[in-house]
């Protein structure tokens, strides 16, 4: 799925656009027992509380693709006869209606995932009469292509608030009050079937963490039971150690700034060109690179292989998941030197009397904890 595609989904996620008719709760403790299950009509609520469901439903289609949306692709052999997808295209045909389907749904959520405190299962299955959409982008609501039907799902942590003087009105006085269990935004959730192409694709799934970090690998092979792919901050310390054991003694400052530049420069030119489909780096790509830098062929070799093995044979990459085009650092046991990412042509190395040098260029306003100095010439004394 793309980011259009996304975006037309999560605006059609409000009260007063979905055909949701209920959303299904499961609210389950640390002990992962559950503690309540409920079925709530959307008709019968009242508006201020539907919005509220409808918003953490849609937070779980929030986020950068790759890092926090990712794609979950289903084997051939899985969507023919596959206990995992079976289910779910059960759980969709059946409108979540089949409480026995609902409670082993449930029940595989609650024996995989790992939250600390009790959390909130939530579901609901909607509709989307699909607008035909004109080649200048221009949707058609009255021009129908296809019902889209899909699950949505989030998983939310519930946390208790303390207990806190407040305002009583009709005594004008503050007295203290009682603990509540508040619902926070989800920090896992997935839609099926994918939107791509703004069709069903039963072959596909989105799943969605908050935390780059941590991608619920039990709870994915659970549900999906595919390939676990690296959350995106694991992606990104893989790939610099990729660099740095695989090239060797041609690491060099110069390699690393041109591999940062070159593909910070694909993400800007794949924003400027509003490309709908989000970009992938290849290995190829990045050892194009490496060679324009002078990387010996047995370090592309071993990047090569090393690259294979670290994410998969010739598997393709979110660029913003290897580097962070907002910032360039430089850091030492001792000193962290941040720079612009377009200035980076500031920063060289040097080995000067046989001592290596960090070398920054600094003709103007330098600052020291704020007060700008001046850098005087210094005679160099006599030995």
Do not use: W
């Not at 605006?11 to 008719?21: D, F, G, V």
């Not at 799943?207 to 959350?231: C, G, H, M, R, S």
């Not at 041109?258 to 030119?269: D, F, G, K």
Request: proline share 4%.
């Amino acid at each position: 799925m793309n980011d259009k595609e996304i975006g037309e989904l999560r605006r059609h996620i409000r009260r007063e656009k979905s055909n949701i008719t209920a959303i299904h709760g499961c609210y389950v403790n640390d002990n992962k027992e559950i503690i309540s299950k409920f079925r709530m009509s959307t008709g019968m609520m009242p508006e201020n509380e539907s919005d509220k469901y409808y918003g953490l439903l849609r937070r779980t289609l929030s986020g950068s693709i790759g890092k926090n949306l990712i794609d979950i692709t289903f084997k051939t052999s899985q969507v023919t006869g596959s206990e995992e997808h079976k289910l779910l295209m059960d759980l969709r045909a059946s409108q979540l209606k089949d409480e026995t389907l609902l409670e082993s749904f449930f029940r595989k959520i609650i024996d995989s995932v790992s939250m600390e405190g009790n959390y909130l299962i939530l579901a609901a299955c909607d509709t989307y009469d699909v607008p035909f959409k004109s080649k200048d982008d221009a949707l058609s609501p009255d021009q129908s292509e296809e019902v889209f039907t899909y699950l949505l799902t989030a998983i939310c942590p519930v946390k208790q608030t303390k207990a806190n003087l407040h305002y009583v009105p009709e005594e004008k006085l503050f007295h203290d009050g009682a603990m509540h269990d508040l619902v926070s935004a989800p920090v896992l959730g997935f839609l099926f079937p994918a939107f791509d192409n703004r069709s069903t694709n039963i072959y596909n799934a989105l799943y969605y963490t908050k935390n780059i970090k941590e991608n619920q690998d039990a709870l994915i092979e659970a549900l999906f039971n595919t390939p676990v792919p690296q959350p995106a901050a694991e992606q990104k310390k893989t790939f610099e150690a990729l660099l740095s054991t695989s090239l060797g003694e041609d690491c060099s400052m110069e390699v690393v700034q041109t591999v940062h530049e070159q593909i910070s420069q694909r993400i800007e030119m794949h924003r400027e060109a509003k490309v709908p489909d989000p970009l992938m780096i290849s290995k190829e790509d990045v050892k194009d690179v490496l060679k324009e830098c002078g990387v010996k062929e047995e370090h592309l070799s071993k990047f090569s292989v090393d690259y294979d093995e670290a994410f998969g044979f010739e598997a393709d990459l979110h660029p913003k998941n290897i580097i962070d085009n907002k910032h360039f650092e430089i850091k030492t046991p001792d000193v962290v030197i941040k720079v612009d990412p377009a200035r980076s042509d500031l920063i060289e190395t040097r080995i000067i009397g046989g001592v290596k040098y960090i070398l920054i260029c600094a003709d103007e306003n330098v600052e020291v904890n704020g007060v700008n100095i001046n850098i005087q010439e210094k005679e160099t004394a006599a030995v």
